[in-house]
């Protein structure tokens, strides 16, 4: 302790000192005491309490000391500004480090600035090495060169084709040529082989066809959308390992768009044209299903784009038959008929009707069927009334022939196909219709009833495509509306 008075130390180490001192001569202590007797002892202990009690003591009036002193608060405060500088600078070293590699990477290159402005005003370049004119770059392979390489190639696409997974919708897969053809029935054909950006494990697009289209053909891609599209899916298929589920995945989704909004622009046609007020559609989607009820002309998407929502492609409902009058066979047409067309869970475009509808060439429930490659929503949806019109008159047939005063022979209540039945009776009903009733009878769907009235004379029991209005139509009398 002599020596702490020359030097400076710090009060922690003062404090430490201390209590060691005070802990080995209670060590010192103990370790005497099993020697000496008990006066002994408990004079050595007296000592020791008052010795370490002055020590504390002495302790305890210096720190209180240097608390009171406004030098040592100050030389205090500026150890702490010191460490914080000390921290900081050391921070702003390693920043300054770091700053220095990430400059490395940032720099910008330096352009050939002279060669771009020759390039620019002359359209030419004069400095390339005259040794590649000596080198006789060829494009193209001759006639010889290209029979040979393109077996070798067929034989390397096929080999690629077995190491990957092929989607089960693509129908045919044809390799011939140096090139990969592969097909969707209804949806695209596109043709593909082995060489984006030079490396010849990468598959390169080289033609793509759609094969969605309406009655006036196919629906076209313009040059520019090709090239985007297919350099998108080069990029997609270069960064997967499965390429054609990609390619099949981004390309099926686009076509179910595009059927969609046809099938939506075929409907806006249909009611701004003939059809006009005797339909109406909705939108429907995963969120709202026949949102929009009261709406008769939604907005449609413009062509070729999908829903920014990020919701699936919405499907569309259209309904028929709006007038509120009492159907026939008991059903009411409060419950509006509709056929709905929509992408299904696996995102497929699936038709369905809202009620049982008998197919009259099967006999069998109506399946209706969408065919992308020519898109007709007029003749899908004639078909469906159709149906309905057939399941309707057979409930009428059904519930006649269960009278036995209008049915006693078997051709008594019969059903027939107007517009391509040859039978004289049913000519002569449509014939001798009377005008004022002409139109309607120009609406009646495909079949009428046939109900004997006497002899080889019938009555006819029409229904018309566009309102469900019930046509009977008699020989030589007035027509009946209902």
Known sequence: MAELGQQTVRLSE????????????????????????????????????????????RLHVLTKWCSQIPLVQYCQQLEGSLSSHDMCFTQAADSLFFTHEGLQQARAPIYDVPSALDVLLTGTYRRLPKCIE????????????????????????????LEVAL????????????????????????????????????????????????????????????????????????????????????????????????????????????????????????????QGANIGHPQAPPDGETDTNGMKTPGIKIMYWLDPIKGIGGADSGCINFLKIEPGQDQHIVCSHNTFVIDPKTGNEAEFVLDQSCIDVERLLLRAISCNIHTRLLEVQRVLKSNSRLCQAEDDIILKHH??????????????????????VGELGEEVLCVRAYGQCYVALGISIRCMKRVLLQPKYQNQLF
């Open 14 to 57: 003062l404090v430490k000192r201390a209590a060691e001192e005070s802990y080995v001569a209670l060590d010192e202590l103990v370790k005497k005491s099993p020697e000496q007797s008990d006066s002994e002892k408990k004079i050595g202990l007296l000592k020791y309490i008052n010795k370490t009690r002055q020590r504390l003591l």
């Open 134 to 161: 000596d080198m006789g770059m060829q494009t193209a392979l001759s006639g010889e060169e290209r029979e040979l390489a393109l077996p070798k190639l067929d034989t390397l696409l096929r080999s690629r084709l």
């Open 167 to 290: 989607p089960k919708e693509i129908s045919t897969v044809t390799v011939s040529d140096g090139r990969v053809v592969l097909h969707v029935e209804g949806e695209f054909k596109v043709q593909l082989t082995l060489g984006y950006r030079g490396h010849l494990s990468l598959w390169r697009i080289l033609h793509l066809e759609l094969l969605v289209g309406e009655r006036s053909g196919p629906l076209k891609l313009t040059e520019m959308q090709r090239f985007s599209t297919g350099d998108d899916l080069e990029r997609r298929m270069a960064a997967v390992e499965n390429p054609f589920a990609i390619l099949y995945s981004v390309l099926h989704e686009f076509c179910i768009a595009l059927v969609m909004d046809t099938v939506l622009r075929q409907v806006n046609t249909l009611r701004q044209g003939r059809w006009n007020d005797a339909i109406r559609f909705d939108l429907i989607s995963d969120s709202s299903s026949g």
């Open 419 to 440: 517009e391509n039945d040859s039978d004289m009776a049913l000519n002569k009903i449509l014939d001798y219709s009377q005008e004022s009733t002409k139109a309607d």
